[in-house]
């Protein structure tokens, strides 16, 4: 019987480390990652180029007198292009073989670790640069087409998040009407903000108090000399609050959880594990390395954003 190969259970626990504890992560991304919550996911197929259509708004309520009037609906598309991504590890095959201090497997369990966020990282990346939507406009922008009897509508910010700015994109949104006119009742329970803006989401969406300003007469005032607190009335009317460390300082959105799809990721392939330890591969030979990676191809294109008001500028 031939002797095995040097260290072959060092190899074989190292990739079994890797693959157990990335596999954990990346199945925790894909069904529990943030991105789920304000993202649709599509399946990509065939092509290398991916047709996203959305219908527009639907007939509207109206009194029927007469013979019905039957109304059309604008379809509106665009195409996501096919991309690819990865987060790779190499290790020389000695710091495997020989790793008696433990160092290796922290670094191989380290980096699988990581993989928790993989589509996360990605997803609000490209959410973080205001993507253009169906309707050809950034997603956040002040001049969106297809409102109320062909007029454009505004869904943009100019300050940092607040108990002001919240109040005033919660009456837009509960304000807004779809394409055909209907009022869409729409309730901004979901707040995106960048870690500058956690502790300001969080008070919003769970302090009992607020402050306001206090003037010199105690009227409540925008020039204050003093302050005190009201109760805060958004108090258990957020239902999420989600932290996104990609978001730029002072970014931040609100919107409605019941309209989830303010960006598409569509994966052509769910992010996987890949090693490449065998003792007859090329870079094992030539370079005497082994490889660790994750990749998956993907890709994230913006949505619709009636839903949605904030600041991405």
């Not at 309520?61 to 604008?74: E, F, L, Q």
């Given at each position: ?6 260290g ?8 079994t ?15 529990g990652?943030?991105?789920?919550m ?25 009194r ?11 379809v ?45 990282e ?25 409102g ?7 869904n ?34 979901v ?8 502790q ?20 409540m005032?925008?020039?204050a ?12 009317k957020?239902?999420?609050?989600i ?13 409605d ?24 591969a ?32």
């Amino acid at each position: 019987m031939s002797a095995g190969i040097a260290g072959e259970s060092a190899i074989r626990n190292a990739r079994t480390t890797y693959e157990t504890l990335a596999d954990s992560a990346l199945a925790a991304q894909a069904e529990g990652g943030a991105w789920r919550m304000i993202g649709r996911r599509y399946d990509g197929t065939g092509d290398i180029e991916f047709q996203i259509t959305n219908p527009g708004a639907a007939p509207r309520i109206k009194r029927w007198a007469g013979g019905k009037v039957y109304d059309g609906s604008r379809v509106l598309a665009k195409s996501v292009p096919f991309d690819k991504y990865d987060s790779s590890l190499e290790l020389k095959r000695e710091k495997v073989v020989h790793d008696r201090l433990g160092t290796t497997a922290e670094l191989l369990r380290r980096h699988a670790n990581k993989q928790r966020r993989f589509i996360d990282e990605l997803f609000f990346a490209k959410l973080n640069t205001n993507p253009t939507g169906l309707d050809g406009k950034a997603l956040i922008a002040n001049d969106h087409p297809f409102g109320p009897a062909g007029a454009a509508w505004d869904n943009s910010h100019s300050t940092p998040l607040s108990f002001a700015a919240y109040k005033t994109a919660r009456a837009r949104l509960g304000a807004r009407r779809d394409e055909a006119g209907s009022h869409l009742g729409l309730k901004a329970d979901v707040i995106v903000v960048g870690t500058d803006q956690e502790q300001m989401a969080l008070e919003i969406a769970e302090a009992s108090d607020r402050p306001v300003a206090v003037g010199t007469n105690s009227a409540m005032d925008g020039t204050a000399s003093a302050a005190t607190s009201i109760t805060n009335v958004w108090r258990g009317k957020i239902a999420v609050v989600i932290v996104a460390p990609e978001l730029d300082s002072g970014k931040w959105l609100v919107g409605d959880s019941r309209f989830p799809h303010l960006l598409a990721a569509v994966i052509w392939r769910d992010p996987e594990v890949v090693i490449s330890d065998a003792m007859n591969a090329e870079h094992r030979m030539d370079e005497d390395t082994f490889k660790y990676s994750v990749e998956g191809d993907m890709n994230f294109g913006g949505l619709e954003s009636i839903a949605w008001e904030g600041k991405l500028s």
